[in-house]
């Protein structure tokens, strides 16, 4: 990338030429400047050459992208970054997974209330019973403490 017309976007934000083995050219193009200057305000641009220069070749790409969505996300949060988004993410989890657990949980009553009543029990129980997640502790100990489960 000899010529001033075709500087890669980190050439072009540090106002210096871009030489044809530029480390920065492959992962920050000239059409995507933004790029270049969300990483540049986290990371500075001689770490993150040092960055990439350390990585082999055929992993440089994906640590730009990394290097990119960390930054985007330290810039949208300072304090957590990456992480909470992260944290957010699982307590999102966990609060499917409860609410599994309280589908299970009236599953089985239901199955607990057909059977005390004669009517044939259903696999259900049984399927969810031995299910190895972390909700069907909660529920066995829950119902085990009501005569549920023997």
Do not use: W
Not at 66 to 87: F, H, K, N, T
């Amino acid at each position: 990338m000899t010529s001033t017309s075709t500087r890669c976007a980190a050439c072009k934000y540090l106002r210096r030429r871009c030489s044809s083995d530029c480390i920065f050219s492959p992962y920050f193009p000239s059409h995507n400047p933004q790029r270049f200057a969300s990483v540049h305000s986290i990371y500075g641009a001689s770490n993150i050459g040092k960055m990439l220069q350390q990585l082999p070749v055929n992993l440089r790409a994906e640590a730009a992208d990394s290097l990119y969505y960390e930054a985007q996300c330290r810039i949208q949060d300072p304090v957590y970054g990456c992480v909470g988004i992260i944290s957010i993410l699982q307590q999102q989890v966990n609060h499917v997974q409860n609410e599994l657990a309280k589908a299970q949980a009236e599953i089985l009553v239901l199955n607990a209330n057909t059977t005390a009543q004669g009517q044939p029990h259903s696999d259900e129980y049984h399927l969810l019973a031995h299910h190895e997640d972390d909700a069907t502790p909660i529920v066995d100990t829950f119902y085990s403490n009501r005569g549920f489960l023997t």
